[in-house]
Structure formats: C-alpha cells, structure tokens
C-alpha cells in the first residue's frame, strides 16, 4: 500500500507550534486594502491559533 500524502493546500496554509496547536494565518489582506481601514490591517498581520472544532480536520490533512 503506498504512503499516505500531506494535502498540499494544508501544508502551504498551517503551521505546528512547538506544543502541538496549529497556526494560521488571517483572511482578507491579500487585496483590495485601499477602503480597510489601517487598524484592520494591522490587526489582519498577526497569526492566530485555529479554533478547537477545527482542529481534527486540519490535523488529518496534515497527517499529524
């Protein structure tokens, strides 16, 4: 039976912490930024952690 593959838009999009959460980053800061205000924007930089119902999902794409 072959390996088992990573999903690729999983692996582009999430990141483990050393403690085993799972990091992601913010939507909408890609484009059309002109009419989102500065504070939105940067509030939008920071990574965040993924929300606990999300967790096994994400984790079975990542094989982890």
Do not use: E, W, Y
């Not at 965040?48 to 994400?58: E, G, L, Q, R, S």
């Amino acid at each position: 039976m072959p390996k088992m593959k990573t999903k690729s838009s999983a692996k582009k999009r999430f990141k483990l912490t050393g403690t085993g959460k799972i990091k992601r980053k913010h939507a909408f800061k890609s484009h059309i930024l002109t009419k989102k205000g500065t504070k939105q924007k940067r509030n939008l930089t920071h990574s965040t952690t993924v929300d606990k119902a999300d967790v096994p999902n994400i984790k079975r794409q990542l094989m982890v």
